[in-house]
T-cell receptor, first 111, second 118 residues
Framework: RKEVEQDPGPFNVPEGATVAFNCTYSNSASQSFFWYRQDCRKEPKLLMSVYSSGNEDGRFTAQLNRASQYISLLIRDSKLSDSATYLCVVKGTGGGNKLTFGTGTQLKVEL | GAVVSQHPSWVICKSGTSVKIECRSLDFQATTMFWYRQFPKQSLMLMATSNEGSKATYEQGVEKDKFLINHASLTLSTLTVTSAHPEDSSFYIC??????????????FGPGTRLTVL
């Protein structure tokens, strides 16, 4: 079983739609959780951290359920510029500062 | 965020040659640098972690004699792919973290180097 699992997609949604991505992680000892965004042929960029209480940053909302080892990302009022691959990332699986990346979920926002 | 550069951006080489990739932290001291590899439609896979002035720690399955890592200063780490073969063709990305940047030892990623071995 992969340490971090995501549905690869692609998810094709119309502009303005609300879309949600899910992620599960296998190691209950994982400490920190993040969503990164990666554009084609580019490096990943931190989108937001994920906290147990849930957190929001503009149109983006992240949720963490430690009991179920489940992380989600909700994007409201999606824009064309949101088209990218969204990577679920877990820190602390191997100890220290190591990040473990999911394979990513591809989002395509269309007119 | 902090700035991390990588050079070259892309490289095409013949099988059997060695390729060196540089990763630099431009505006902070990177006590730790990480090297990742990403094959098409796959996740970033950590290859090794290097701390300035000490030997790199390689992940399971990564050949340390093939992927030579040097982290001689707080702003520079290099990855040398020795005797590259077509199966080494991939997107290589470095990241850097330092105690003076980022509240949780955030990793700042370089733009990546696309290696194609013919």
């Amino acid at each position: 079983r992969k340490e971090v699992e995501q549905d690869p997609g692609p998810f094709n949604v119309p502009e303005g739609a609300t879309v949600a991505f899910n992620c599960t992680y296998s190691n209950s000892a994982s400490q920190s959780f993040f969503w990164y965004r990666q554009d084609c042929r580019k490096e990943p960029k931190l989108l937001m951290s994920v906290y147990s209480s849930g957190n929001e940053d503009g149109r983006f909302t992240a949720q963490l359920n430690r009991a179920s080892q489940y992380i989600s990302l909700l994007i409201r009022d999606s824009k064309l510029s949101d088209s990218a691959t969204y990577l679920c990332v877990v820190k602390g699986t191997g100890g220290g500062n190591k990040l473990t990346f999911g394979t990513g979920t591809q989002l395509k926002v269309e007119l | 965020g902090a700035v991390v550069s990588q050079h070259p951006s892309w490289v095409i080489c013949k099988s059997g040659t060695s390729v060196k990739i540089e990763c630099r932290s431009l505006d902070f001291q990177a006590t730790t640098m990480f090297w990742y590899r990403q094959f098409p439609k796959q996740s970033l896979m950590l290859m090794a972690t290097s701390n300035e002035g000490s030997k790199a720690t390689y992940e399971q399955g990564v050949e340390k004699d093939k992927f030579l890592i040097n982290h001689a200063s707080l702003t520079l780490s290099t990855l040398t792919v020795t005797s590259a073969h077509p199966e080494d063709s991939s997107f290589y990305i470095c990241s850097a973290s330092g105690s003076d940047r980022g509240g949780w030892n955030e990793q700042f990623f370089g733009p990546g180097t696309r290696l194609t071995v013919l």
